[in-house]
């Protein structure tokens, strides 16, 4: 497809929902060649089928991201039936250690006592850490390892979070995996600069996904946005032009940042 990213490749982790997947239709549109990386099959199909409709290419490839096999795999899958990587965009997230299963009783929205430092197993945290964190880590690592053997550069696009700044009374995993991504962005900015591979990350503030639906649910659907600036929540979609921005030669002097996309969070 015609477009600012006509003939490029990227990887995008979570693609199977939310942000992942407005992130990979808006890739396609501007001419990438899309593989979706994601545990979720079914939502990985639909986003890959998506963008085949719009007459775009696309990959749905199974990928657990904190599981270095299934990365490795993902990235040498891509470059076979692409020819190459230019971006690596890391949605894939989980808010925590049984979101993918949708347990009830150990989420912390519903159940504030089970998000609770106190009471949470230390299984809890490491799977968080394991997915968020060491899984943006893996991803990031094998795309560069892919870049730098081409030999032609690219983007890396990692998702943290407000949270990363502003941490709530429940979420301490998941607080801590997302400022380990911010500094995590950095790291890979200045080792991989060298390379012609720019690094940056996103931090959103509440986008309406399903992600943010629990949090809803847990509310009683209360608005998580009215206290901002712009006094409102997102749609996935506008966090998904800033990762456009970060993965073409738009940004081309910008690297090692991390962009609250976040109604105007902290400021005032
Ligand atoms: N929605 C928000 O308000 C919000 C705010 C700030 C940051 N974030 C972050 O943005 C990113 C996208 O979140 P979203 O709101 O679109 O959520 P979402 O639940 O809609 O999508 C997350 C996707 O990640 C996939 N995933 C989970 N664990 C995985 C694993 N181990 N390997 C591969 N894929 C896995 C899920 O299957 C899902 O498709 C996440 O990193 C999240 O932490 C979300």
Redesign the pocket.
Known sequence: MAGELEGRVSIV??????????TSLLLAREGAAVTI????DE??EQTAAQIEDLGGEALFVH?????EQ?VVNAVARTANRFGKLDSMV??????YAK??EGDDDTDPFLHPEAGASLNKPTEEWQKVI???LT?AMLCAREAARQMVNEGHGGTIVN?????AYNPPPTLMD?CVS?VGVVMLTRCFAVEFGPHGIRVNA???????????AR?SRASGGSS?GGNLPLQR?AQ?EE?AEVVLFFTSDRSSYVTGKTLGVDGGTNTI
């Open positions: 982790t979570g693609g199977g929902s939310g942000m992942g997947r407005a990386a994601d545990v979720n939502g990985g990928t657990d991201v904190s599981s299934d890391t949605a894939a997230g989980i808010s979101y993918v394991d997915v968020n899984g998702f943290a979070s407000i949270l998941y997302k996103v931090a959103p503030g509440p986008i309406e996904t399903p992600m943010l949090v998580q929540t996935p966090v």
